[in-house]
C-alpha cells in the first residue's frame, strides 16, 4: 500500500529555525538518551517520507533517538506499535494518524503510564494528549475559492472523492458546504479510486466522466494523485483550454505537474510535511522536559497557484518555502533551548 | 493448479551421513532460519526475545494466522479460496452496522458475524460444487462480490459510534464485550493469541486426526480416486470452504474488535497475507503440502522478521526485502535439498 | 431351478456425442458364477463397467440388483449394492502423496463407515489386515508413487476385495501384473466365486479368460454378440471379438545388420552387475523379467530420462550420452512409456496434436506450426495402425485405452527414428491390435532397432528375435526367440540359471 | 482421461438442439454478457458507444491486458507467475531512476526496463528450474524481493523530476520521447493501445500457431508426458517466465510513460488485475485454459464495467459489486452448460 489520501508532500528537512536559544538545555536532552516513539499508520509515499525527513531532523538537532514503527496500513498492527512503544517505556510518543476507535485505547495507556503523546491528525480521546492537525476544511476552501474565482461560480464540475479517508472526509464537508453556498456549481460526477496506483486508475475514471459531460469545466480534485490523475485525464482528451483541475497537496511530482506546458492544474492548497513532522516532534520534546504546550496545534494551508510557481521558476518543494514562507511554522511549539 | 514442479533434474545419489543431512535441511530449512533470525533479534535487542514481545508478535500475526488456517483447510482439498480477503472486509463491516447502526448486541453481532462468514462460503460452494466453475476463478468472482457488498451495504462509508445516517446518528456502538475479543486478555495472553491457539489445535486435530481431514486430503491428492471409493467430494469441498468462510469471519470479528469500527478494505491484505503464509508453510517439514504447523510457522515467520526489524529501527523499505531474501533463501534450502525432487 | 441373478442389465445403451458406446445390452450374472467379458479395445467393456460403478450414468436401460431396478447414482449408491469394481485406470485408484497404509484404508472414510478420530496406528492395523487377506507384501509406509504400477494395482485390489464384495468387478486387473501375482489373483478370485460371489472378468489375455471364467460375453462395437460358455476355444473367441479370423502371431527370427546402439558397462541400478547390450537395425531385442526386475530402469537409462548409473554408450557408431530425453529425441530414440495415462497422455487434446508432439519441428517452419502437415502425419498414424476412433481431431479420452497406445506408440513412427524403445507397449491393448502394432513395427524394424520391454515373457516371443532376461537387476540370460520357449524364459525370469544356448 | 474431478452430477442428456444452445452458452457466455453490458450502457449514455470512448475503454485496460498476457503465457506451462505486480513497480522505479537521476536516454531507459523486467524472470526461473521450488511459492518470495528492491533503490521515495538527491537536484527529467509512450498517439490511437494490440497478436500466435507455444501448453497439460516426448521442460518454464517477466516490463514501461514519474508501489494493484484478466479468460470460448483471446476479453470486460458505470454516474462503491455479479453471472452460464461437466 501506498500513501492515503489527504495527506502531501512539500518540503525537505532543511533546518530554516532562525531562532536563538534562550534557555539552557535540559539536562535530559544534553545527555542524551531521549527516546521518542513516531507510531505511524503509514509510512509509503513522498508526504510520510518528507515527513519523516523533517522529524528525523528535528530529532538530531534536539539530540533525540526517534523510534520509528509503521502499520503499512494496518491499523491493527499501528495499535501493537504504540502498545509496544508503552511497553518499552518511550519517553513520548507521537502517533501520526489513525483510527481513532483503534487507537484510542492504546493512548489511553500511554497516558496512564505518564507517556506524553501527541497526536497527529488522528483525535486522541483525552486532553492529556497534545493535537496536531493541519487545517482540512481550510485547504478545501482555499482551492475552492480559486475555482469560484475562475468559474465566476458558475459551472459543472466532476469531483473526486472516496469516502472512509478522514482528511478527505472533512474536505469533503467543506465541499458540501460550498455546493450549497454556490447554487451555481453543479456537481455532475463523483469518482475516486484508491490503491497504490491511484493517478492511473482515476485517469480512466475521469475520461470516461469528461466523456459522459461534454460541458464540464472544472475538476475539483482535494488530494494530489486525484488531482494528478484528473490532469492525465484532462491531457490526453486534449482539454486543456477547456477544463481546469483545483487540487490539494503539494510534492515534487506534483510540482513538474503543476507547471508543465498547459497544464490544466491550476492550483493547490497545501502544507509541508517536513515542517509538520519538525513541529510534531518539538512539541513532543517540550512534553519530555516537563513544558506547557498548547493542547491543539494547528499548520495552516498555504494556496499555491500555476502562477506563482512559474512568476518564482520553482521546481521542487524545496525551493517552496522560499517563496511560500508561510508554509514555515517556527513560531508552533517553538523550543527554547535551540 | 499444480504446486509441484517436474521435469527438474533428479539428484544425484548421496551418501548416507550428506543425505541426512539434506533431510535435515529440507524438513528443518525455514525452522532454521527461523530460529537463527529469533536469536540475531535478540542478540541485538534484548527488549526482542522477552515474554512480553512474545506476545506482541503473536498477536500481530493472530488474524492473519486464523484467516491462513481457513485458506490452508481450503487447499488440502485441492480448492484455492480467493475469498477470504473479502470476506474478513465483509464480517467488519457487518458486525460494525450490526452494533452501530442497528444497535444490536456484541454476542448478536459475532453470530451475524459468522453467518456473513457462511454466506461467503456458500456462494464459494455454489459456485464450484453446483456450477463447476474452477476454484481460482470461481472464489476470485465471489471475491469482486462481497468486496463491493461490504462497500455497498454502507455507502462506501467507514462505519463508526457516533456516524450520521441519513442525517441522524447512529444508535449504537462497539460493546466492550465485543471489544474483549480484540484488546482483552486472559492471564496477561491477548484474547486473539488464544482464538488463534485454539483454532490451531482444532484445525490440527481435524486435519491430521479426524475422517474429515483425511478426506479432505485424499481429494486434494486425487479427487477421482476419492470419488471412486465412496467419498462425497461435492460435500467435502463445501465442507472446506465453510471451514475457510468460518476462520475468515472469526478474523473479520477479532479484526472488527481490535479496530472499533467498521473500516473500509480492512480485510483487503489480508488475503496475500494468508496466502503467503499458508504457501510458506508448504516448505516447512518437508511436507509440500498444505499442513497447519508450516502455516502457523509461515504466519510467525512474517510477524517475527517485521517486528525485529521494526525493533531495529530499520526503515520500512526495507523490510520487505529482507523479507523477501530471507524467504528465498529457506525455500532454495528446502527445496534443492528434497529427496524425491521429481515426485 | 431359476437362480435370481445378484445383478442383470437390460437393454443398457451409453451414448457419447455421436457414438454409441453401447446398445441395448443385456447380461445378468448368477451368485458364484465368474462371467468374463472381453471385445477388442473400443467395444464398450469399461463403458459397461464404469455404469455399473455408479461412475457414469447410461443413456438408456435398467440395472437390476437381485431383482429390484436400482438408480446407480455416484459410486457410493454403487457399493452400498454390493457391486465392488477395479478400474481400468490405476491411477484413478490410488491418492498420491499418501502413504500406502492410507491408500489401503481409503473407503473407510466413505460415511458411515468409521468413527470420526482416526489414528495412525489404527489406521496401520487397518490397512495391515487389507495387505494380508489380499495377500499383498508392501511397506505401508512407503509413498504410493514412489511404487511400481504392478504394486499400485494390488493395492487397489487389496482395497476392493476388502469391501466384501457380492458382485466383483474388475476391469484388466491384470494387465500390469507379472505372472506370478496373476496367479495369486486368480486364485482369490477362484475363491470368491465359490464363496458365492458373482464376479465380472474383463481381460486381454484369453489364457486367463479360458481358465477362470464359467461364460465369456463378446462384446463388439457396443453391442453383446456371443455368450459362450466355457469351455471354449481360443480361436472361436478371437472370431467373436474381431469379426473375422486373425493371422497366428508368428514371424521369422532375423539377426540383424549394423548395430544400431552399443552399451557397455551398464547397470540397471547402483550396485546390480553390469551388462552388456547391442541391438542391430532390422531387430528387435526383447527385454523381460518380472515386475521391478529392472527393464523400466535399463530403457530409461537409454532414453535419458533417468541418469545413467554407469557404462557408455554409442548410437551408429557415435559415442551418445543423452543428458535428458530431449537430447535422446534429438539422437532419433524413440521411447514409449510404460504408464500411458501418466506419461503420455495430455488430457483434453487432439489425437493430432498428440502425433505431433515429439516431432514439432518437422510440423514447422520458423517456429510456425503446419496444421494440414500435422493433420496429415495424425491421418497415417490412424491409417497405418488402424486406431478405431472419431478421426484425428477428437480429444484422446473419448478414444478407449488401446486405441491410444497405438497413436502414443505410432507417433514415434512418423519421422526420423533410429531407435525405437517400448516399455510394455501391449498393456491393455487387444489381440487384434496387438498383433496390428507388433506388425507395423516388425515392418518398420528393418531400419531401426527396436528394444520391446514385457514381463509377459509369451508377449515377448510373439515380437522378439532376442530376449534378454532380467532378474533383480542383474542379467540371467539371453535367448533367440527361434529357441526359446516360455517355460525356458519363466525359469530365467525367476533367476535360474541358463542350461543352453544363449550367451 | 479423468472420469471426474468433483462430485457434481453428469448433466442429463440434451435433445440436439438445447444441446447446441447449451454449447453456445458455454463458449460466449461471457462473450454474450459483454456485448449485453455494452449495449446497455450505449442505449442509456449516447457518449458510450462513441469510437472515442472505445479508445478510451481501451487505454484503460492497456497495461492491465500486456501484464495479464505474461501471466497468461506462465499459466500455459503450468506456473503461476505472482511476482508481476513488483516486476511493474520495479521497473518504474528503474526507468525513473534511470532517467531521472542518471539522466539517461529515454531509449536506454526502455532497454533497462526491459533488463529489469528480465531479472525478475530470471530470478523466478532459477527459483522454479533450477532449485525446484513450487510455483506459486517461488513467485511468491521474488514479489516479496523485488517489491522491496523497488522501494530500496530510492530509500522509499517516488522519484521524479527535480527531487533532491543528498541536497542537490537531480541532474535529469523524463524525455518527450519516453513519455510519448504513455501519451501519444498514432492516427488518434493511443500508444498503450497499439502496444497492447501487438503484444497480443504476438502471444495469440506465439501460443496457438508456433511450436514453442505448443510445448508450454503440452507442459502444461502433463509434465512428464512433454519431458518423455523429448520436450525440455526446464527450458520452456524458463522461457515461460522470461515472457512473463518481459510483458511486465513493457506494462512497467507504458506505466512510468503515463505517469511521468516513478511512483512508489505503483505497479502492486496490476497483479491483483491481471491474474484476474487471466483467470476470468479461462471461461471465454469454452476453453477452460489460459489463452489469449480469453484474456484480453477479461481484461475488456473490467475496462468496459467500470467505464459505463463511470459514465453512469454509479458511485464508486458499487462497481466492484457490479463488476463481481456480472462475473459470477457469467460463470455460472459458462460452467452450467459446459458439454463435459466433469473433465
Ligand atoms: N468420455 C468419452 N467421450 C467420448 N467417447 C468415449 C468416452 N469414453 C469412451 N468413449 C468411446 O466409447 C467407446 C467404448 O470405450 P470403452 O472405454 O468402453 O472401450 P473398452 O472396451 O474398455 O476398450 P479397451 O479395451 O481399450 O479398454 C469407444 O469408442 C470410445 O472411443
Ligand atoms: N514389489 C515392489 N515393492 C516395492 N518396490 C518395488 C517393487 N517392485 C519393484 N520395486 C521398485 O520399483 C522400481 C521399478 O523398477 P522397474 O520399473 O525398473 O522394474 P520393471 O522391471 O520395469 O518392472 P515393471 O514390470 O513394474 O515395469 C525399482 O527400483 C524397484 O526397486
Ligand atoms: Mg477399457
Ligand atoms: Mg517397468
Redesign the pocket.
Known amino acids: 500500500s501506498q500513501k492515503s489520501p489527504g495527506t502531501q508532500s512539500a518540503a525537505a528537512p532543511t533546518d530554516t529555525s532562525t531562532h536563538r536559544p534562550t534557555e539552557q538545555v535540559p539536562e535530559k536532552f544534553a545527555k542524551g538518551g531521549v527516546h521518542i516513539a513516531l507510531v505511524r499508520q503509514l509510512s509509503s509515499g513522498d508526504y510520510f517520507e518528507q515527513w519523516l525527513a523533517g522529524a528525523q531532523a528535528e530529532a538530531k538537532a534536539l539530540n533525540v533517538t526517534l523510534d520509528v514503527s509503521s502499520g503499512d496500513d494496518n491499523n491493527d498492527k499501528q495499535a501493537l506499535n504504540l502498545q509496544q512503544a508503552v511497553g518499552n517505556k518511550a519517553d513520548a510518543i507521537i502517533v501520526d494518524h489513525g483510527f481513532a476507535q483503534t487507537i484510542q485505547p492504546a493512548i489511553k495507556k500511554a497516558v496512564d503510564a505518564n507517556i506524553p503523546v501527541v497526536a497527529f491528525d488522528v483525535d486522541p480521546g483525552t486532553p492529556q494528549a497534545v493535537t496536531l492537525d493541519q487545517d482540512d476544511h481550510q485547504i478545501a476552501s482555499q482551492a475552492l475559492s480559486v475555482l469560484k474565482q475562475d468559474t465566476g461560480g458558475k459551472a459543472k464540475v466532476v469531483y473526486a472523492y472516496v469516502a472512509g479517508f478522514a482528511p478527505l472526509d472533512r474536505r469533503n464537508e467543506t465541499w458540501t458546504q460550498f455546493k450549497k453556498d454556490n447554487p451555481g456549481i453543479a456537481q455532475v460526477a463523483k469518482i475516486g479510486v484508491v490503491n497504490s496506483s491511484t493517478a492511473s486508475a482515476v485517469a480512466d475514471q475521469a475520461k470516461a466522466a469528461l466523456q459522459a459531460h461534454p460541458d464540464v469545466t472544472a475538476i475539483f480534485a482535494p488530494y494530489d494523485e486525484f488531482a494528478k490523475g484528473a490532469t492525465l485525464a484532462v491531457n490526453e482528451l486534449g482539454l486543456q483550454n477547456k477544463v481546469k483541475v483545483y487540487g490539494a497537496d503539494v510534492s515534487t511530482a506534483d510540482i513538474g505537474v503543476l507547471t508543465a506546458a498547459k497544464s490544466p492544474w491550476t492550483a493547490t492548497s497545501a502544507t509541508d510535511p517536513a515542517n509538520v513532522g519538525r513541529v510534531a516532534v518539538r512539541a513532543a520534546a517540550l512534553r519530555v522536559a516537563g513544558r506547557q504546550v498548547a493542547t491543539a496545534l494547528k499548520v495552516p494551508p498555504t494556496l499555491i497557484t500555476q502562477q506563482a510557481l512559474r512568476d518564482h521558476g520553482i521546481t521542487n518543494v524545496q525551493q517552496l518555502a522560499g517563496a511560500f514562507p508561510a508554509l514555515e511554522t517556527p513560531d508552533v511549539a517553538p523550543v527554547p533551548w535551540k | 493448479m499444480t504446486l509441484v514442479t517436474d521435469g527438474s533434474p533428479e539428484a544425484p545419489p548421496r551418501a548416507p551421513a550428506a543425505a541426512r543431512l539434506a533431510t535435515a535441511g529440507y524438513r528443518y530449512g525455514l525452522l532454521v532460519v527461523l530460529v537463527a533470525v529469533t536469536v540475531f533479534f535478540g542478540a541485538a535487542r534484548s527488549s526482542f526475545a522477552t515474554y512480553d514481545n512474545l506476545l506482541i508478535v503473536l498477536q500481530s500475526v493472530a488474524i492473519v494466522a486464523i484467516v491462513a488456517l481457513g485458506v490452508t483447510v481450503s487447499m488440502t482439498a485441492g480448492g484455492f479460496d480467493l475469498s477470504v480477503g473479502a470476506n474478513v472486509s465483509f464480517v467488519v463491516m457487518v458486525t460494525a452496522l450490526a452494533m452501530v447502526r442497528f444497535d444490536l448486541t456484541g454476542a448478536t453481532a459475532i453470530g451475524i458475524g459468522l453467518l456473513a462468514g457462511l454466506l461467503v462460503a456458500g456462494v464459494n460452494a455454489l459456485l464450484v460444487v453446483v456450477a463447476g466453475v474452477p476454484d481460482l476463478i470461481a472464489t476470485l468472482g465471489t471475491m469482486f462480490l462481497f468486496q463491493g457488498l461490504a462497500l455497498i451495504i454502507t455507502s462506501g462509508q467507514s462505519v463508526s459510534a457516533g456516524m450520521t445516517i441519513g442525517g441522524r446518528p447512529a444508535p449504537g456502538r462497539y460493546t466492550s464485550g465485543f471489544t474483549w475479543f480484540g484488546s482483552g486478555t486472559v492471564a496477561s495472553v491477548p484474547v486473539p493469541v488464544i482464538v488463534m491457539a485454539l483454532l490451531a489445535v482444532v484445525a490440527y486435530v481435524f486435519l491430521n486426526n479426524t475422517r474429515w481431514g483425511r478426506a479432505l486430503y485424499a481429494i486434494g491428492g486425487n479427487a477421482q480416486a476419492a470419488r471412486l471409493a465412496g467419498i462425497r467430494v461435492g460435500r467435502y469441498r463445501a465442507l472446506a470452504y465453510a471451514v475457510s468462510g468460518l476462520c475468515a469471519a472469526v478474523g473479520g470479528i477479532l479484526l472488527s474488535a481490535r479496530l472499533g469500527r467498521g473500516d473500509v478494505g480492512a480485510g483487503d491484505p489480508y488475503l496475500m497475507q494468508a496466502v503467503a503464509a499458508a504457501l510458506i508453510g508448504f516448505a516447512v517439514l518437508g511436507a509440500n503440502r498444505p499442513n497447519v504447523v508450516g502455516t502457523a510457522v509461515g504466519a510467525l515467520f512474517i510477524g517475527v522478521v517485521i517486528n525485529g526489524l521494526t525493533m531495529l529501527n530499520a526503515p520500512y523499505y526495507t523490510q520487505t526485502f529482507v523479507q523477501g531474501a530471507l524467504l528465498v533463501v529457506s525455500l532454495v534450502t528446502s527445496f534443492t535439498l528434497t529427496p524425491g525432487r521429481r515426485r | 431351478m431359476e437362480v435370481t441373478p445378484v445383478v442383470s442389465v437390460s437393454g443398457l445403451s451409453k451414448r457419447y456425442g455421436a457414438t454409441w458406446a453401447l446398445r441395448d445390452v443385456s447380461l445378468e450374472i448368477a451368485p458364484g458364477e465368474v462371467l468374463g467379458l472381453i471385445g477388442v479395445n473400443g467395444a464398450g467393456k469399461s463403458t459397461l463397467i464404469k455404469i455399473l460403478s455408479g461412475v457414469t450414468r447410461p443413456t438408456g436401460g435398467e440395472i437390476r440388483v437381485d431383482g429390484t431396478p436400482v438408480d446407480l447414482r455416484d459410486p457410493l449408491r454403487a457399493q452400498e449394492a454390493g457391486l465392488q469394481t477395479v478400474h481400468q485406470d490405476i491411477d484413478a485408484g490410488v491418492v498420491s502423496g499418501a502413504d500406502v497404509a492410507a491408500n489401503l484404508t481409503l473407503d473407510a472414510l466413505a460415511p458411515g463407515r468409521s468413527g470420526v478420530f482416526v489414528s495412525r496406528d489404527r489406521t496401520r492395523a487397518a490397512a495391515r489386515a487389507i495387505a494380508e487377506a489380499a495377500r499383498l507384501d508392501?511397506?505401508l509406509d512407503?509413498p504410493v508413487e514412489s511404487?511400481?504400477?504392478?504394486?499400485r494395482q494390488q493395492i487397489v485390489i487389496a482395497r476392493v476385495l476388502s469391501r466384501r464384495p457380492r458382485v466383483l468387478i474388475l476391469d484388466e486387473p491384470t494387465s500390469?501384473l507379472?505372472a506370478a501375482e496373476i496367479r495369486v489373483l486368480i486364485a482369490m478370485v477362484r475363491r470368491l466365486a465359490a464363496d458365492g460371489v458373482a464376479v465380472l472378468y474383463v481381460s486381454h489375455r484369453l489364457s486367463e479368460i479360458q481358465e477362470l471364467c464359467d461364460r465369456v460375453a463378446v462384446l463388439r462395437d457396443g453391442a453383446i454378440r456371443r455368450v459362450f460358455a466355457t469351455p471354449v476355444e481360443g480361436p472361436r473367441l478371437v472370431e467373436a471379438m474381431l469379426g473375422g479370423e486373425v493371422g497366428a502371431l508368428t514371424h521369422e527370427v532375423r539377426d540383424g545388420g549394423e548395430p544400431v546402439l552399443r552399451a557397455t558397462g551398464l547397470r540397471?541400478?547402483p550396485g546390480a552387475a553390469p551388462l552388456d547390450l547391442t541391438v542391430r537395425a532390422g531387430e528387435v531385442v526383447g527385454v523381460t523379467?518380472?515386475?521391478?526386475?529392472?527393464?523400466?530402469?535399463?530403457l530409461e537409462q537409454l532414453y535419458g530420462a533417468r541418469p545413467l548409473v554407469s557404462g557408455a554408450l554409442d548410437l551408429d557408431g557415435r559415442p551418445y550420452r543423452p543428458r535428458d530425453p530431449g537430447a535422446a529425441a534429438a539422437a532419433g530414440v524413440a521411447f514409449v512409456a510404460?504408464e500411458r495415462e501418466a506419461q503420455a497422455v495430455l488430457p483434453g487434446w487432439s489425437v493430432r496434436a498428440h502425433v505431433t508432439l515429439p516431432r514439432l519441428r518437422d510440423h514447422s517452419r520458423i517456429g510456425l506450426l503446419s496444421r494440414r502437415s500435422e493433420s496429415a502425419a495424425a491421418r497415417r498414424v490412424i491409417e497405418v495402425f488402424g486406431v478405431r476412433g472419431p478421426g484425428p481431431e477428437a480429444e484422446i479420452g473419448a478414444l478407449s485405452g488401446g486405441n491410444q497406445q497405438k497413436v502414443v506408440v505410432g507417433r514415434w513412427l512418423e519421422g526420423r527414428c533410429r531407435l525405437l524403445l517400448l516399455?510394455?507397449p501391449f498393456r491393455g491393448v487387444d489381440v487384434g491390435a496387438r498383433a496390428d502394432i507388433a506388425r507395423r513395427i516388425r515392418e518398420r524394424a528393418g531400419a531401426l532397432g527396436v528394444v520391446i520391454?514385457s514381463?509377459d515373457p509369451q508377449e515377448v516371443l510373439q515380437v522378439a528375435d532376442r530376449v534378454i532376461v532380467?532378474h533383480d537387476g542383474v542379467r540371467t540370460g539371453e535367448v533367440s526367440a527361434a529357441d526359446a520357449s516360455a517355460d525356458r524364459l519363466a525359469t530365467l525370469m525367476a533367476g535360474g540359471a541358463d542350461e543352453g544356448g544363449g550367451t
Open positions: 508392501v511397506p512407503a511404487l511400481p504400477a504392478g504394486v500390469a507379472s540397471t541400478r523379467g518380472l515386475v521391478g526386475s529392472g527393464k523400466t530402469e535399463l510404460e516399455d510394455e520391454a514381463s532380467l
